[in-house]
């Protein structure tokens, strides 16, 4: 079984590191297996890239396999969570007249207080606010929508949630197509380079734990191919270990940066690596603890509950059956394919869905070493998601 | 003619744009729109509201086309990619050729049928035009780092060219490498060493 190749689709994103790290610093060799790496040119090809078997798997926005398991866009074809790859990671950015705006009435830009820059923003909007996700599956989405709901601004109605391709999102908010975005980076990096647009909040402070990126497989393959599964999972998971290391810093943007994979300056990429994010084209900083997360506290398992979160969200959204929403997004995320392949490598919980936005300060869990602690999950308004009550 | 399909086609080359024309002109009559912009794509095509929309798979706007999914309510099914797994492969064929359609008002699978044939027809020489581009760039690319690491060598060892190039050719041959990949390799080394 030496030497099998595997195809790997993945977007130019900062969040792609896990599979491009497992390849390039030997991690899936040590497997015996080889990833193809392909560059997707959107969201909805690399799903159907997936689907159809063009690759056997994907850098996936954690929403996209539960909204294809709700019936909502793709071709049907049933697609599993193995891993998660990333943990938060995306920033809210606005137009500088919008800044402008907000500077105007007092607002500090302080980076870490999620509703008093949303009440900001809403009182600074003026008629409806425009707001670029990249894909309307995606957890960009979801947030946004959460975040203005919850501080009384009536979604979808108050506020348009227009997609548009990251790589696109600098040129649409100079161009004044939308107020406000939503993106993973580097590319909120990348309109502050520009000069096109400020950032207003990372997204770790609507939910300070959200599952950003998964592992998605065909479920038909990862029932087929359970032990070349396990080596991808493990080969991604010993990635995200590295990553997690600072020293292990610099050299993954040198890596990220080449023109095969993100083709863009290793200095804006390496922001998101460290969490010390440039907010304006006047050059403020600001350091967010827990910016983006490849492995602390158990970051690549995939919960039942952060899935069930998810559903019930698209749910609410889309007028489908709570319930059964919920039984469908259950069963996406795998954690038990994930605990099979790391059984003995991996200090995993020892539960399979927890309460969502209960941890508030690093807490120890049952896991199989006993080792294990989560690291705040907290929603800003403080509500709960508990999957044993709902 | 009222019940003509009406197909909108996201190309912003207008050579190729009307070349999809043409093909789709071949296989029926159908009422054609092209949007070249892409900005504003999802509601310059509601307010066409096509039956189908065809969009190569390589350009990122694609992604704004999923909102029109989303549109007016996801049970109504009002937008679909087309592509379902029940059909006789024309999906991944549609895949493998490039091209992605979405069917807007829930059009008859019989009737998708022709206009995907010329659509994936059309795309696959788009996709092998593409290839043998890329192809030929590389090509190009290597010739030029082959011609550099000759130089190099017949200054360094005062040989001629022909000399020159058996010598990359023997050592490639020794290595089990490419030629051109033993002359990027003397490329870059000797710049390192400068």
Known sequence: MKGSVLSVGFIPLVDAAPLIVAQEMGFAAEEGITLDLKRAPSWSSLRDMLSFGQVEAAHMLSPVPVASALGLGGAGARISAASVLSVNGNVIGVSRALA??????????????????????????????????????????????????????????????????????????????????????????????????????????????????????????????????????????????WLADPSSHVLATELLARPGYLDLPSEVLDRAMTGRLVISPAGEERQVPGFLEFHRGAATFPWRSQAEWIGLQLAARTG??????????????????????????????????????????????????GRLSLL?????????FDPAKE | MPNAISIIIVEADRDRATQIVDSLRDAGAYDIHIIGETAGLSRKISALNPDVVLIDIENPSRDTL?????????????????????????????????????????????????????????????????????????????????????????????????????????????????VADVAQALVTAAGLLS
């Open chain 1, 100 to 241: 402008e705006r907000l500077r105007a009435q007092g607002h500090d830009f302080a980076f870490n207080d999620a509703r008093a820059a949303g009440l900001a923003l809403i009182a600074a909007a003026r008629n409806g606010l425009r707001i670029g996700v990249p894909f309307p599956f995606s957890m960009h989405a979801e947030l946004i929508y959460y975040w203005l709901s919850a501080l009384g601004l009536p979604a979808p109605q108050g506020v348009h949630i227009r997609t548009v391709p990251p790589p696109l999102m600098a040129e649409a908010i100079g161009a004044g197509e939308i107020d406000a975005f939503c993106v993973g980076e580097p590319w909120g990096s990348q309109a502050v380079e520009t000069g096109l647009g400020e950032l207003l909040l990372p997204s770790s402070a609507i939910w300070a734990f959200a599952p950003e990126k998964v592992l998605a497989v065909r479920e038909d393959w990862a029932e087929h191919e359970t032990a070349l599964l396990g080596r991808l999972i493990r080969a991604v998971w010993r990635a995200g270990r």
């Open chain 1, 320 to 369: 489908l059956d709570r319930m059964e929403a919920r039984r469908a997004a259950n069963r996406v995320f795998r954690s038990d394919l994930h605990r099979q392949a790391l059984n003995g490598i991996a200090d995993l919980p020892g539960a399979s869905a927890k309460i969502e936005g209960a941890v508030r300060v690093e807490t120890s869990v049952a896991s199989a070493s």
């Open chain 1, 376 to 384: 705040p999950d907290a929603f800003f308004d403080g509500r709960i």
């Open chain 2, 66 to 178: 999923e909102e029109l999914a989303l549109a007016s309510g996801p049970l109504d099914r009002p937008v679909a990619m087309f592509v379902d797994r029940s059909d006789d492969g024309m999906s991944s064929a549609a895949i493998e050729a490039g091209v992605s359609a979405y069917v807007v008002n829930g059009m008859q699978p019989q009737r998708l049928k022709p206009i995907l044939d010329a659509a994936i027809a059309r795309f696959r020489m788009f996709q092998r035009m593409r290839t043998e581009l890329a192809e030929t760039k590389r090509a190009l690319e290597e010739r030029k780092v082959i011609d550099r690491a000759k130089g190099m060598l017949m200054k360094a060892r005062g040989i001629g060219e022909d000399e020159a190039y058996a010598l990359l050719r023997k050592t490639a041959m020794d290595q089990g490498r490419r």
